[in-house]
């Protein structure tokens, strides 16, 4: 899937409406549109113009993915193209289309044929763009299949290499898959054929010859029995001596191993690389160069090509992780993590800090960027050097479009590695930077509306080529934005938002391999008029740890740090999104707040948490003897607004023996013990209960949902069994309570898409009480990241004057 934006609205659909549509084009891609959602998806193309330029825009990015004679014959499309701009066609038009994507390819899949029965030139124009994309370039074979007519065939891979599936051996517990659709698990297996997409986080695939690519988020690669092909993204392969020949295509070109580590990257600009760290490989790039045939690299060589350009560079793995791993790495000590600050009140410019080209004036409100009577461009660049690939650059700004009444469109931009000179392109290009990567806020002349921008500009001659979102307000003479880019060297950021009302942002991201010819920040002015330009901050994040192999990279992806950062994010997401967060506690002092949390029994503040039990002798839970707690002091009531509680659990190594392990939370909970003959008495004596016992899979007990309306007396209100892994020990967890039902969802963070969750009505009539963490001795469980979040409702409920009395 190519690259789209995040949370924008493409052209005029709103936001439910643009993702509605995403999902549909990506069924489509994958071959996985049924026939009601084929009738949606034509409906959506014959009554929203919105919508086909989206779809168009979506298989147009895929055509990047096609060899170098099939961009020729998409460029026959371009007919259709303009006229699905127009909305109109004449009949015979759409009678050549329907004969152009027969012609094409006479095996399309279902899902595509199906839109041929659709009556519209846009929609027919659309099936044939695509069809051309999954013909050329995902059925028929790889891009270079013309274009490099010298080179030899690659060795093939040994047959026992050749298997059909592929194991997915690491998901990262913070990974976000392209689609809701899709979601996999550790250990699921994939077929050959099989496209897999991540948004952020990382995967690891294992072959049968043992080889293994950890692909890096965000990243497309469809999966094949000796390599794949990687149409978006990174990833690194350690090839082992039975996958001799593993093979990685991308858009424009192909990666052939011959024993050896190594790195390839696609960007969203049609450039695509290959790093070697071991070992040696054969690059054919595709492309615009006549005659491009094999070429030989060996550890330590890096290669970049495009349709127009091939760079030969030195390898660097740090490319291929700071997508993701980047926060995570251990620092070096190499960089300072150096910042740079300035309001420009102090008169003249600092010229330690700053270079100024074109019309940059201090004022007592900021930097003026450009005037009135500029025709060109205006800068304030970096005395300094920022180089991303040592640490990830943030830049951040206010700014104002100062005149009351736009002249010509605004514009303004921050650009990062970037030179301090201008270009030599052709207008309207000729006064931007000679190179740089590029993030805009525009007006939008054809639409009035506002444009984001993103793009790269690679030599001094060129233009600059880029990506632009629309469906925006437009820029405000008067309003004051902030404007972030973060730039780690691949991966770049751009967020634009109001800045008193940062809520109301929007953010685009882009993927970018263009290595600076220089690291210079700048801000940039329109080309005319002029804007404000306040509170100018530069921050770089210090140097990581240097990565060298495979094992490094799988190492720290499988750090307990790194781990726990993930089941962080994790956490993040199953928080409610209109709540009030009233409790939250790392335990990371030592002690235990007393003032926050009671404890009966062995509640002790250990690792970072709070373990709860202790061993005993038997190795197993003892049901019968009374459970340690941690409580809130603070009693909370569901009435008030529904209760959400979250938390990360790990239990002890002998969580599965015999009875295992128990975790359980209670709300609405007083702080005594229970009576009675049985376990009730080991519990407290009121409250609603929500119980994770592991080892109960064949009891069909795993999670349970239990009411304890009195003192000696327990009810049980729901089960769930579910197949738990014997080697995972850590889980997240929440908790639902409206004072009405209840709800138990437990995760394992490495099967991140498989959520277990059991629900109940409850009856149990009293509302006030603690929230309550249990665990039984035998087998400890240690607490940690316990939140507690309480929703606010819109109308607060009357309770009648007994209630309150009752209370």
Known sequence: MPPAPDHTTPDSLTAAEAHEVHVLCDRLHDGLLSADESARLNEWLGQRPAARSYYLRFVALHRDLLASDGKRRFGEAELLRDLVASDGAPNDTCEASASMLALLNPETPASVRASRRVVGVWQLAAAVLLAMTLSLFWVNGSPDENTVATAPEPTPAPAESVAREVTLSHVSPGVVWRSALETHHTGATLDAGRSIGIAAGEVELTYSSGTKIMLVGPAEFLVEPAGGKLARGGLVASVTEAGHGFTIETPNGKVVDLGTEFGVAVDDFGVSEVNVFKGKVEAFPGGGVSQRGKIELNRGDGLQWSDRDLVKLSADLHRFTSAVLGRDLPHSGAGDGRSLVDRFREGALDTRKWRALGDATTSPVGLRLGSGNSDGRAYLLSASEFDPALGAVTVSCDLRFESPQLVGPASFSILTRSVDERGVAAAPWGDVLASCTRCSFESDPDSAGGLLRTGVKLESNREVNSISWSGFSPPVPGVWYRVRV??????????????????????????????????????????????????????????????????????????????????????????????????????????????????????????????????????????????????????????????????????????????????????????????GPGWEHSVLQRGVRMNFWPAAVNLEHTLEVHEKPTVNSVSLLATHGVEVDPNARSYVFRVEDDGRRVALTVVDPLRPGEAMTVASDSAYESHEGAVAFESCWGSPVLLDDVRIYQSRPATPPLPADSDRGER
């Open 486 to 675: 973060r730039d780690d060297g691949v991966n770049v950021t751009f967020t634009v938002s109001p800045r008193d009302a940062p809520a109301d942002g929007e953010t685009v991201t882009f993927r970018s391999l263009f290595r600076g010819k220089a690291n210079h920040v700048a801000v940039e002015g329109p080309s005319t008029g002029a804007v404000l330009v306040d509170r100018v901050e530069i921050s770089q994040e210090p140097a990581t740890a240097p990565i060298a192999t495979y094992g490094d990279l799988i190492s720290l992806v499988l750090s307990e740090p790194r781990l726990r950062r993930q089941e962080t994010l994790l956490l993040d997401r199953l928080a409610p999104p209109d709540a009030e967060l009233i409790v939250r506690d790392g335990f990371d002092d030592g002690a235990i707040n007393q003032s926050r949390w009671a404890t009966l029994e062995a509640a002790t503040a250990v690792e970072g948490g709070v373990r709860l039990g202790r061993p005993n002798e038997d190795g197993h839970i003892d049901t019968w003897k009374q459970r340690p707690y941690l409580l809130t002091r603070r009693a909370l009531d569901p009435r008030d607004g529904a209760l959400t509680i979250l938390g990360r659990i790990r239990f002890a190594d002998n969580f599965l023996s015999g009875y295992g392990a128990s975790f359980a939370v209670m709300t609405r909970a007083d702080r005594q013990r229970g009576q």
